[in-house]
């Protein structure tokens, strides 16, 4: 059978055909649609986890109780899960388990751009890169049985390209495995890590090393493609599909196993090439690993280390480097036309657009249309900001968040300054999905070291930024069923906290009174913002539009940032087919002139 399929959907469907019984993850891009289509599955148990360390601990739990796992996650994800995954490493596994990390080359959905290939040197664990959606389905079988066959959980790292492209898939529906349990196995010294059995089980990581390093070597998609021979590439991922393009002449030693390294097979590969280097996405992992082996090579001498490559990336670093001879079948290589620039902005009637105005003009970060010229004053607030597409607040016109590092750290960050005596007022700003996957613990140790903050939790009971899946908060699982749904107002209560506020998102005076309160109280206070996004409204009536006679272009309104909301040549309109109409009325409420009005009532 031959289908269709991004490699999300074959890292899929390759570990369902592979038996996988339990898989996990937390939404993130570039990897978000791996679990989503395994949930498809009835026979499968696919869980949207709080978070990747639980994730992987779920994922783990399974394997010790015989059943193949997987656990999906972008990059940074890994970082929040690395407890649990070096743990894993250590007292290896009953059943195959299997951790995918979604890279993110050139930062497109990401706050840093980081190479997860060093943690598969980190745990002494064996990775696995596919280069297109075939070997992304192939591989999934290899993975679960490397993990059985060697006792050790299995990376398989891809990026976002790898991640998103389709290509044709042909599927062996004759190698399907179906999922069994084989039941926990008692053994204390293999699974409880008390310092007198981690010491056990140390020397075996470093035996199964040996061991894996020797599998390298035969390992079917570890493939040497001979060609001319002035040149040989050393690649893996999507580089490989690149590098073909650049050099379609050239010898390749595609390596789809990338750590161990199959040391025997790269030696004989050099030893029948005039010139060796390597093609590599982000750091020089392989690069450095073959220079370790003492080979000349080089790569990252004219390879970019920053960013994603492509075609065109490659081709004329290649040149520069004079690696293209005057018999290259390609001399130019187009990079790619760049496309009109699309400011990011919150969607029109974003339920966090309100809160963000409201920060802003108390803030007084904000400034009129009108007045360019006019010094800005000195800031009221520092706004401590979180991961989620309400990151979207820091830009202008609303400029309304002045730091955001990672998952959950915004309240710690708040705590951190009022600690270290900042005169200003302090609020984060927290999504409820975030909160719910590491904002909890933050919150408990500002309730513990009493933190005079303000804690505002944007909740639109779902996870937008990466498609809007479920979370504990939504009551509705990964596959689709109805669970029990967090209250985050008795969470947050059953803290300690007393002062907490429940608003609703699109009333500007509610939440106006609200910040003002919280930030004069003396304790730590919690507001839960909760509106629905605008993408799950399911009707849409009434529109905005602006009254041309009454309004007086003071230009308040387009403060909001709010797409629909648009100026041509000094008159502000509303785009009546982006407005939200009834759902939100933000910026009618906030229209000094009263000039925003229902496109009834302009009607004669």
Request: with cysteine.
């Amino acid at each position: 059978m031959v289908k269709l399929l991004s490699g999300n959907e074959a890292l899929a469907l390759g570990a369902y055909h592979a038996g996988v019984g339990v898989a996990t993850s937390y939404p993130g891009t570039p990897s978000t649609e791996i679990l989503e289509y395994m949930a498809r599955f009835d026979d499968v148990y696919a869980e949207w986890s709080t978070n990747e360390k639980v994730a992987v601990e779920v994922a783990l739990g399974a394997a010790y109780a015989g059943t193949r796992s997987l656990a999906s996650m972008k990059h940074v994800g890994l970082n929040v899960a690395s407890d649990p995954f070096m743990a894993a490493a250590t007292t290896g596994v009953n059943a195959g388990m299997v951790i995918i990390s979604a890279d993110d080359p050139g930062i497109h959905s990401s706050q840093n751009e980081q190479d997860n290939r060093h943690y598969a040197k980190l745990a002494k664990v064996p990775m696995l890169e596919p280069t297109d959606s075939q070997e992304a389905y192939d591989l999934m079988a290899y993975a679960f049985d490397i993990s059985e066959r060697f006792d050790t959980p299995v990376l398989v790292r891809t990026t976002t390209r790898i991640s998103h492209s389709k290509s044709v898939v042909k599927v062996n529906r004759s190698q399907v495995i179906p999922a069994k349990q084989r039941g926990f196995q008692h053994n204390v010294e293999k699974y409880v890590m008390l310092p007198v059995y981690a010491r056990l089980r140390r020397p075996l990581i470093e035996e199964r090393l040996v061991k894996l390093a020797a599998f390298a070597e035969t390992f079917p998609l570890n493939q040497v493609q001979w060609g001319e021979r002035y040149l040989g590439v050393v690649t893996t991922g999507v580089a490989y599909q690149y590098a073909r393009e650049v050099f379609p002449k050239a010898s390749f030693l595609k390596l789809s196993m990338t750590y161990p390294l199959p040391q025997n097979l790269i030696r004989h590969f050099v030893d029948q090439v005039d010139r060796i280097i390597v093609i590599e996405e982000l750091d020089p992992f392989l690069q450095e690993s073959i220079q370790a082996m003492g080979i000349k090579v080089t790569g990252k001498e004219f390879i970019p280390r920053l960013g994603e490559l492509n075609v065109g990336i490659i081709g004329e670093a290649s040149g520069t480097a004079q690696l293209l001879t005057k018999t290259s079948p390609r001399q130019s290589f187009d990079t790619l036309q760049k496309l009109p620039q699309r400011p990011p902005l919150l969607c029109p009637g974003c339920p966090h657009t309100g809160l963000f105005f409201v920060l802003s003009s108390i803030g007084q970060r904000a400034k009129s249309p009108k007045a360019k010229n006019k010094a800005p004053k000195e800031l009221k607030l520092i706004i401590t900001g979180d991961i989620g597409c309400y990151t979207l607040g820091a830009y202008h016109p609303l400029n309304a968040m002045d730091t955001c590092a990672c998952m959950g750290a915004s309240i710690g960050q708040a705590l951190g300054m009022v600690k270290a005596g900042i005169s200003n007022k302090v609020v984060a700003v927290i999504g409820d999905s975030t909160f719910l996957h590491s904002g909890i613990t933050p919150l408990l140790n500002a309730v513990y070291n009493e933190g005079q903050i303000t804690v505002i939790i944007l909740d639109n009971r779902t996870t937008a930024m990466t498609g809007h899946q479920d979370h504990p908060g939504t009551g509705i699982s990964a596959q689709g069923k109805e669970t029990k749904a967090v209250e985050l107002e008795h969470l947050v209560r059953g803290m300690g906290i007393s002062d907490v506020k429940v608003v609703d998102a699109f009333n500007i005076k509610g939440i106006r009174s609200a910040v003002r309160n919280s930030l004069d109280s003396p304790e730590l206070s919690v507001i839960i913002v909760r509106g629905d996004c605008s993408v799950h409204v399911p009707k849409r009536s009434e529109p905005r539009v602006v009254d041309t006679e009454k309004c007086n272009g003071c230009g308040i309104c387009l403060m909001l940032g709010c797409p629909a909301i648009q100026r041509e040549n000094e008159q502000v309109y509303i785009d009546t087919a982006l407005c939200v109409g009834n759902a939100c009325t933000i910026c009618q409420q906030i229209c000094p002139q009263q000039a925003i009005v229902p496109e009834s009532k302009t009607r004669r």
